[in-house]
């Protein structure tokens, strides 16, 4: 397919080849843009095969300066009642990042009650990713997702359509499952954030979800800006057959207009 226009953007190449051998199917394929207006020129590459018992997809992506912005593989395989996922290669490129994978790195998934992870991402300018369960002989296990030093004027200066941002992001990610339902616990924040060369200030973020009796769902919301709770929200949601209910509270406190405008 040839210069597919939408709206404002412009794709000059998309390509997609299937082909069957003797172990399954095989793809591959390729998504090119040259330079059109305001937008950067981009070559991305997907390839990879599916089989009877596994499955594997590589993907790559290259911007006009011939940078790398993601070089990553993922294989899976069909386990005994699940999937088993494994990253590669060693060292992989996420979001123009240089990372290092550990090698027996692992994201085992059989249902949204029973998950186990090893996964460890770490780059040179310390920024590292790291998902991973507990090491309780339970099967259901609580996962971690952990995000740190992930620099914003990188990413800012990489991806052309983020505007000019700087500060450090933060955050953490828990899921806690339950016999008949999960908890999910959430916490980010970025220090010292600039917008556009002017500073908006230490940002964090708290949410809390968790399930009540009686099938009513809680969701607990809070925001700080340089240390001060400014805002937050408190929600009850009760889904039914025929009807569904939301109480809630809304409450802004000495929210800053330079974090709004």
């Known amino acids: 397919l040839l210069s597919l226009v939408k709206d404002t953007l412009k794709i000059d190449t998309i390509r997609l080849n299937i082909w069957q051998d003797t172990l399954g199917l095989q793809y591959e394929a390729d998504v090119a843009k040259n330079r059109f207006r305001h937008q950067e020129a981009f070559r991305a590459n997907a390839h990879g095969y599916i089989r009877k018992g596994d499955g594997d997809i590589f993907v790559s992506y290259t911007n006009s300066h011939g940078e790398e912005g993601i070089h990553l593989g993922i294989n899976i395989e069909k386990a005994s009642e699940g999937f088993d996922f494994h990253f590669y290669p060693e060292k992989p490129i ?7 994978v550990n ?4 994201f085992r998934f059989k249902s949204l009650k029973e998950m186990d992870a090893d996964l460890h991402l770490v780059s040179n300018s310390d920024a590292s990713l790291w998902i991973h369960s507990d090491e309780s002989p339970e099967s259901m296990k609580e996962i971690m997702v952990e995000l740190n030093q992930i620099d914003l004027k990188e990413l800012s200066t990489k991806f052309t359509v983020i505007p000019s941002v700087k500060g450090l992001l933060n955050a953490t990610f828990r899921y806690v499952p339950m016999e008949d339902s999960f908890m999910v616990v959430a916490d980010g924040g970025v220090d010292d954030l600039y917008y556009e060369s002017g500073r908006i200030g230490e940002l964090l973020l708290n949410a809390t979800y968790m399930p ?11 925001a700080f800006h340089d240390m001060s709770e400014v805002a ?3 929600l009850l949601y009760k889904g039914g057959r025929y009807e569904s209910n939301i109480n ?6 000495k929210l800053p207009l330079n974090i709004v405008n």
């Open 248 to 253: 809630g509270e809304i409450s802004i406190d």
């Open 212 to 222: 009540m009796d009686n099938g009513t769902h809680q969701v607990d919301l809070h």
């Open 232 to 234: 937050s929200l408190y």
């Open 103 to 106: 090698d027996n790195n692992y």
């Open 94 to 100: 996420i979001a123009f990042m240089h990372f290092t």
